[in-house]
C-alpha cells in the first residue's frame, strides 16, 4: 500500500471515529435521567421505550458509550472491511495477471503461427483442433481489442462533439432542430448498442469476436454521431454569423445616427455660441448671417470691357499667385483703379472671389466696404473679418474655447485689441483667403483721435493692420485688397504689397499687364524694402490717330498734342499696322492708323 492510499484511509477512519462519537453522543443524551421535571422525565422514558420496542429481540441492557469502547468498534469494523476489499483486490489482481499472461500467450502464439503451422502435421486428427484453437484464440484477441477500444472511443466522442451554445444566442430553425434531433437519435444509438455488448457474457462476446457483426461495429456508429455533430455546428455558426451581420448593421445604424445627432448638436451649440459672441459688439457688425445673399441680389451694369474677366486683372492675379508660392516673397495684392466712377467691377470680382473660395471648401472671410448708410471704420473693418469667420466655422468655438471667449470679445473695444483677436483667430485655420473691397469707403475711428484735431489715413492704418497679419502668417495667409485711389509704393513705402493698376478712364482701349523684372531686381537691391513687385499697364490703342508725316507738304507738322501722342506712341515702341490717308480739318491729306506694341497684346497675337 503507497503512502498516498495509507494517507487516505487514515482520513476516513478519522472522519468514522467522529462521526461515531457524535451518534454516541446523542444516544448517551437519550439514555441519561432528566433532573428537570417529572413531564420531561416521563417523555425521556416514552422515547426509550419507543426506541426500545423497535429493536427485535434485544436482550442487552443499555449503556453509555465511551471513547475507548467507540474506538475499538471502530478499528474492528474498519479491519473488518479493509481484509473484505484487499481479499477482493487480491482476487482482481490475480484474475488481471492471468489474463494478462493469456493474452501475451495467445499474441506470442499468432506472431509465431507461421513456424508453428510447418510443424503441425497435415492429419485430420491434427489440423481440425489446431484450427478451432486457433480461432477460438482469435476470438479472444477480437474480444479484447474490442472492449479495449470502447474508452478510446468514448474519449474520442466526447472530444470531437462540440459545444453547442447556440440556444443562448439564436432562435431554433427547423433545421437545426431536425438536425439536433438526428444528433440524438445517433447518440443513443451508439450507447444502446454499446451497453447491450457489455450486458453480454464473457461467451457472448466471445461469440461476437468469432463472428463479427456490423450490430456492434463501433467505429461505424460514432462516424454517424460526429457527422451529425459536425452538420449541427455548421448550421449554428451559420445562423450565428447571419445574426451577428444583422446586429453588426443594426449597430452601425446606430452609430451612425449617434455620430449624427452628436454632430447636429454640436453644430447648434457652436451656432449658439458664435450667435452669442457677435451679439457682443451689438451694432458695430452687420447681417453677417445674410450678408452675402444680399450683396448677390444686386444687379451690377458693368460693361463687357469693364469686365474683371476682360480688363485683364486675372493675369496680374495670377502673377501674384506665382510670387507669392515662395514665402519670402509673400504680399498683398493691392488693386486700385480710376475709372471716372466705374469702380463696380472691383466689388463684383470680389464677390465673384467669395464664391469660387467658398465652391472650393476654401476658408475665405471678406468685408464689402461700400455700403449703404453709414461708413465702416477700421476697427469695424477687422470685426467683421472675425465675424463672418465664427458664423463660416462655428465649430471652432468648441475647439478653441480659449481663443473664441467671451471676455476676450468684450475686451476688443480698440483697433489693437480687435487686431490682437484677429490675429489668435487666425492662428486656429490651417489656411484663409481674406477680401477686402473698396478699402477707400471707409471712415476713420472716433476713438483714434477724440478731440478731432487729425484725421487719421484709414488706408495708411488698415495697410499696417494687413502688413502685422502678413508677416505673423506669411505661408497660410493670402489677402487681397480693393480701392478706388491709386496706390503705389510711394504712398506705402517698405510694406510687403504687390499692386495692380487697372485704368477704366480712356474708352475704347484694351488692357494687358506687363511685369517689370528691372523694377523687381531695382527693389530686391534695396536692402531697407520689402518684396515689392508693380504690374504696370500698357495701353492698346483702337482709335485713329495722327501723327508728323503728311504727303501734301512733308514739312507740315500737325498739332503738338497730336505729335507727343505720336512720339509717346514710337518711343515706347509702338508700331501701325493700317495707316491709311484721310483729309484733315484744312483739307490736308494725312496718315491715320492703328497702334499697337508688338508680341504684347493679346489680341493682335491671336
Known sequence: M????????????????????????????????????????????????RATKSRVANTEQPQAYDASRIKELVEQETDRVQKAQDSRNGDAE???????????????????????????????????????????????????????????????????????????????????????????????????????????SFFGQLTDGLLPRTKYNFSLYQANV????????????????????????????????????????????????????????????GDVEHELRLWGSLRFSTAARDHWSQN???????????????????????????????????????????????AQGQPVTFALCDRPKAKWTPKQVLKQLIAQLLHQ???????????????????????????????SVIGTLESLVIVIDRLDLCAPDADADPAGTQQPDTMLTLALALTVLMSTYPQSLRILVSSARTAGPQSLPGLPFSFAKVNTRRRPRKRYYEYSPAKEQEDSDDPDALCYVEINMCNYFESKMTFKECDADPKHVVTRRTYDKCEEAKSTGYVCDDPEPTKGANGKIILTGTYRKPGKCPRCLS
Not at 498516498?4 to 439514555?31: D, F, G, P, S, V
Open 312 to 358: 485683364g486683372i486675372l493675369g496680374c492675379l495670377s502673377k501674384w499667385r506665382a510670387l507669392c508660392e515662395d514665402e519670402s516673397n509673400a504680399s498683398i495684392l493691392w488693386i486700385c483703379s480710376e475709372g471716372n466712377g466705374r469702380q463696380a467691377w472691383m466689388t463684383e470680382f470680389s464677390l465673384d472671389l467669395v464664391r469660387v473660395c467658398r
Open 2 to 49: 503507497t503512502k498516498t492510499t495509507r494517507t487516505t484511509r487514515t482520513t476516513e477512519i478519522i472522519e468514522i471515529y467522529a462521526t461515531a462519537l457524535r451518534k454516541c453522543k446523542e444516544i448517551n443524551q437519550e439514555l441519561n435521567p432528566d433532573p428537570f421535571g417529572d413531564k420531561q422525565r416521563h417523555h425521556g422514558r416514552l422515547s426509550w421505550g
Open 393 to 423: 466655422n462655428p465649430e471652432g468655438v468648441l475647439s478653441n474655447p480659449s481663443v473664441f471667449s467671451r471676455r476676450s470679445f468684450r475686451r476688443a473695444t480698440t483697433f489693437q485689441a480687435t487686431l490682437d483677436l484677429l490675429l
Open 226 to 285: 460526429k457527422r451529425a455533430a459536425d452538420r449541427l455546428k455548421t448550421i449554428c455558426e451559420l445562423g450565428n454569423m447571419a445574426k451577428q451581420d444583422a446586429v453588426k448593421n443594426k449597430i452601425d445604424w446606430m452609430a451612425s445616427s449617434t455620430r449624427s445627432h452628436s454632430t447636429i448638436s454640436r453644430l447648434a451649440q457652436a451656432q449658439h455660441t458664435s450667435s452669442d459672441l457677435i451679439d457682443i459688439w451689438d451694432d458695430e457688425v
Open 94 to 200: 490475480w484474475t488481471a495477471k492471468v489474463k494478462d499472461v493469456a493474452y501475451g500467450v495467445i499474441r506470442l502464439t499468432q506472431v509465431l503461427k507461421p513456424v508453428i503451422d510447418v510443424f503441425v502435421p497435415h492429419s485430420p486428427e491434427y489440423t481440425v483442433p489446431y484450427a478451432c484453437v486457433w480461432i477460438v484464440f482469435k476470438g479472444f484477441l477480437a474480444r479484447r481489442e474490442k472492449k479495449d477500444s470502447i474508452p478510446d472511443l468514448i474519449k474520442s466522442l466526447s472530444e470531437d462533439l462540440p459545444i453547442f451554445d447556440a440556444y443562448r444566442v439564436l432562435a431554433p430553425t427547423d433545421l437545426m432542430k431536425t438536425t439536433l434531433a438526428e444528433l440524438y437519435i445517433h447518440g443513443a444509438d451508439f450507447l444502446w448498442r454499446l451497453s447491450e455488448y457489455y450486458s453480454y
